[in-house]
């Protein structure tokens, strides 16, 4: 489990950016949820991140897919694949992520350790 | 509507397509392209796939899901729109009677009358463009590019990356001004020489020389740049010629309402080709960008299904979003959204010029009117959204 930060840091409606490999992007929705998912989009090299948060679902701020952060699931395309999800628990007024072990969707061109 | 006919089978024309099959046309679709590839991405073919990093493959835009049901004519020429009979007349004299008409045919790059035949002068468009290009841009070789736009720029960054000794030449005084304003542009294109690119401006070029293949660019000046490869980045012309005698009216591009109507009823026009009224200009605005080729279609797409009397005035309505692009040049991802040519001003909000990380706001008076980014994506969403907001306000 990798440890994020206190839960009072990430105020609803913001998100942070996790350093693993490959990154992490966690968000805390307006509804109250944290909900984990990989950084990368699926598209092309961008940080989801730094997306922007509506309800439960994040728009790439490159060029605007929209990914569920329950489940995924690509809402609004160009992407074509999900993103990866991942079990966030909180713990002591923690957030912790845990990391998926499913193989992440990083986007051609991105491979594990090439991102700066 | 029984058939509707997309001509250029692209980002516009795939999306226009599936527009129309999400917004119920259940008619026949034609998708005619001149090109014999399946629709593909172009940003990448001055970025990753120049550099390497991916292949051909993953450029193509449609996916899994796509399921259109049309009648692709790839390597098929459109010569003319008849309008008194409705037909899309193929080179080779096929007709294709349409109800109505999407012109999606894009633009291509604009080539230097000077270039004349030497191999090793290039221009970036098409996917086959890259691939010849990409071939040449080996270690130690000496590239001019010709035209500091976003393209000419990405392939400097691109090729230096590769190990090239690449130099860049702008005919104007500052490079990017018209898109970026003078101010912004000479930041951003300060990049080349932070990362070891010449950048020669306010010169223009004379002729290239050489004899079968290019040796050199020959500049205004009298200077003589070697070149082993030129890349020619100049701008891109609106593909419309075939629409001379259809009677749409053309300008810079198709001119189009701001739902994509252009002078003919049921003739719909989207992407680089197309110049829709920009009611902040206060014109017709051709807008070269990704973005407004995958988000316009579906606009142009209602208003064609919805028939002649869609009514309403010609600045009615439709897409109110300012337009917004991204380059990405060495490691910076510059990202820009509205007009530069409306502000009177320029402020750097956040960051500085000197780290290359920066959000700059352009202002008309007091009023927002446009964004930059270097690197700032989170900061420029938010900007971009705001300035969306208040352009549909
Ligand atoms: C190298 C490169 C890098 C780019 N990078 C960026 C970027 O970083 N950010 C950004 O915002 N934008 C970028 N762009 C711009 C973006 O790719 C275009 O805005 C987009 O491709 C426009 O799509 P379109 O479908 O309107 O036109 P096009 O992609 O030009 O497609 C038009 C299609 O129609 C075909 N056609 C033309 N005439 C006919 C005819 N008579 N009959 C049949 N078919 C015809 C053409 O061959 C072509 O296949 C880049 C473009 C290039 C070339
Ligand atoms: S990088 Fe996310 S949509 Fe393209």
């Given at each position: 489990m990798i440890r994020v930060c206190?839960?009072?840091a990430l105020s609803p409606g913001e998100s942070l950016r996790v350093d693993a490999e490959p990154p992490i992007a966690v968000f805390h929705t307006e509804d109250g949820e944290i909900l984990a998912i990989?950084?990368?989009?699926?598209?092309?090299?961008?940080?989801?991140?730094?997306g922007w948060l509506e309800g439960c679902e994040v728009e790439c701020p490159l060029h605007g897919s929209r990914f569920?952060?329950?489940?995924?699931?690509?809402?609004?395309?160009?992407?074509k694949k999900p993103v990866r999800t991942h079990d966030v628990v909180i713990e002591d007024d923690h957030i912790y992520v845990e990391l998926s072990d499913e193989e992440p969707n990083l986007p051609p061109g991105v491979t594990l350790g090439s991102r700066s | 509507m029984k058939t509707v006919t997309v001509v250029g089978a692209s980002l516009a024309g795939l999306y226009a397509a599936r527009a129309l099959r999400e917004q119920g046309f259940d008619g026949r679709l034609v998708v005619i392209g001149?090109?014999?590839?399946?629709p593909y991405d172009r940003?990448?073919?001055?970025?990753d796939f120049l550099a390497g990093?991916?292949?051909?493959?993953?450029?193509?835009?449609?996916?899994?899901?796509?399921?259109?049901e049309a009648d692709w004519r790839l390597?098929?020429?459109?010569?003319?729109?008849d309008r008194t009979a409705r037909e899309v007349v193929l080179a080779g004299g096929e007709r294709i009677a349409s109800d109505g008409v999407v012109v999606a045919t894009g633009a291509r790059a604009r080539s230097l009358?000077?270039?004349?035949?030497?191999?090793g002068v290039h221009v970036l468009r098409t996917l086959d463009d890259a691939h010849a290009l990409k071939v040449e841009l080996v270690p130690g070789a000496r590239l001019v590019v010709i035209g500091a736009g976003f393209i000419g720029g990405e392939v400097a960054s691109t090729a230096k990356a590769l190990g090239l000794d690449v130099t860049v030449v702008e005919a104007?005084?500052?490079?990017?001004a018209g898109p970026l304003g003078v101010e912004m542009g000479a930041v951003v294109s300060g990049l080349h020489e932070d990362h070891g690119v010449r950048l020669r401006c306010g010169v223009g070029v004379r002729s290239l020389v050489g004899r079968g293949n290019v040796e050199g660019v020959e500049l205004a000046d009298g200077t003589l740049l070697p070149a082993d490869v030129v890349v020619v980045g100049i701008g891109a012309t609106p593909n419309?010629?075939?629409?001379?005698?259809?009677g749409v009216q053309l300008g810079n591009g198709v001119e189009c309402d701001r739902q994509g109507r252009?002078?003919?009823?049921g003739v719909v026009a989207v992407g680089d080709c197309a110049s829709w009224h920009e009611p902040r200009l206060g014109r017709p605005h051709r807008v070269e960008h990704w973005t407004g080729a995958m988000e316009r279609p579906a606009v142009a797409v209602a208003s064609l299904l919805r028939?002649?009397?869609?009514?309403?005035?010609?600045?009615?309505?439709?897409d109110s979003k300012i337009p917004y692009f991204w380059s990405d040049q060495y490691d910076v991802r510059i990202q820009f959204a509205g007009?530069?040519?409306?502000?009177?001003s320029v402020t750097i909000?956040?960051?500085?010029a000197e780290s290359r990380s920066l959000l700059a706001v352009y202002r008309r008076g007091d009023v927002p009117v446009a964004a930059l980014a270097m690197n700032q994506a989170r900061l420029f969403g938010r900007w971009r959204r705001q300035l969306n907001a208040a352009a549909s306000a």
């Open positions: 206190p839960v009072s990989d950084d990368t989009c699926t598209h092309q090299d961008a940080s989801l991140a730094d569920n952060l329950r489940t995924g699931r690509v809402d609004a395309p160009p992407a | 001149d090109e014999p590839h399946r940003p990448p073919l001055s970025k990093k991916i292949e051909a493959d993953v450029l193509a835009l449609e996916g899994p899901d796509d399921s259109l390597g098929s020429v459109a010569t003319a729109l009358a000077e270039s004349g035949d030497l191999a104007m005084p500052t490079p990017l419309t010629e075939w629409l001379a005698q259809s252009t002078s003919l009823p028939g002649p009397d869609s009514g309403s005035s010609p600045t009615d309505g439709g007009h530069a040519a409306q502000a009177d909000e956040e960051g500085s």
